[in-house]
């Protein structure tokens, strides 16, 4: 592929995630719940930055991890004028050092680290289209180091195409609210995030959990669900339904 496939690339990106106003405000209606003005927040896997937009737009002091070069790029001339938002340009994974980043040029929001769930993916109908056509090496840092730098998060919102669990192997601490990417052909993944999160968790507290399909920035459930529940809500769905995000609170 060519120069010209990253641009387009890059260009659909931004006009999916920032050119729809009504996004930025349901995005920002589900985030006040859990990112009070003032946090401190890890957008982990920022892309193109509309997430950390909706979070800095709330009053928090983001920190927006993105590993591939051009939309680190991007991100820094979107939020050059902006306080609030720092770019940081690496992976996040269970281990600091570098990583193999599996680039997919005309579809980069799925370029991954996660080789195992990159190679499950090429064989579902739903990713038909999509070639993963160049390696790069990037930077890679832990959750841990994150909060020894910047503080411990209110938030973390994880989309990372299949490290989500790679990211929670390198978090040793409870957070008080995050999200992750869930597919609902991939629940081996949404498990082990899950099991790790109550393993965080113990003795004194529990995590509970909610999701919210595609981009409707709503959450599903009408009641928050046990780590049991969640898993079970979620494979219970069709394999080719819309991915989404599963969101976890921390309950004393």
Request: hydrophobic share 45%; charged share 25%; proline share 6%.
């Amino acid at each position: 592929m060519s120069r010209a496939d990253r641009i387009i690339g890059l260009a659909r990106s931004l006009l999916v995630y920032h050119a729809i106003p009504w996004r930025q405000r349901r995005m920002q209606r589900l985030y006040r719940l859990f990112a009070p003005p003032g946090a401190v927040v890890f957008d982990i896997g920022a892309h193109v930055g509309n997430r950390a937009r909706a979070l800095a737009a709330l009053g928090c002091r983001v920190i927006a991890l993105e590993p591939q070069p051009d939309f680190a790029r991007v991100l820094r001339a979107l939020f050059a004028r902006n306080p609030q938002i720092e770019v940081v340009e690496a992976a996040v994974t269970g281990a600091g050092g570098e990583e193999w980043l599996s680039v997919s040029e005309r579809t980069p929001t799925v370029s991954t680290t996660a080789a195992a769930w990159r190679e499950a993916r090429a064989q579902e109908p739903g990713f038909g289209g999509v070639e993963w056509n160049r390696r790069i090496r990037v930077r890679s840092v832990t959750a841990d180091s994150l909060i020894a730098q910047y503080g411990r998060p209110a938030f973390i919102k994880i989309d990372v195409e299949g490290g989500e669990p790679a990211v929670l192997d390198g978090l040793t601490i409870a957070v008080p609210a995050l999200s992750f990417e869930y597919l609902p052909g991939a629940i081996d993944e949404v498990r082990a995030c899950v099991d790790r999160l109550a393993a965080l968790a113990e003795p004194a507290a529990r995590y509970e959990f909610n999701w919210s399909v595609g981009e409707s920035y709503e959450l599903a459930s009408a009641e928050w669900l046990d780590a049991s529940g969640i898993v079970a809500a979620l494979a219970a769905l069709d394999p080719g339904a819309r991915s989404g995000d599963v969101y976890a609170r921390l309950q004393n």
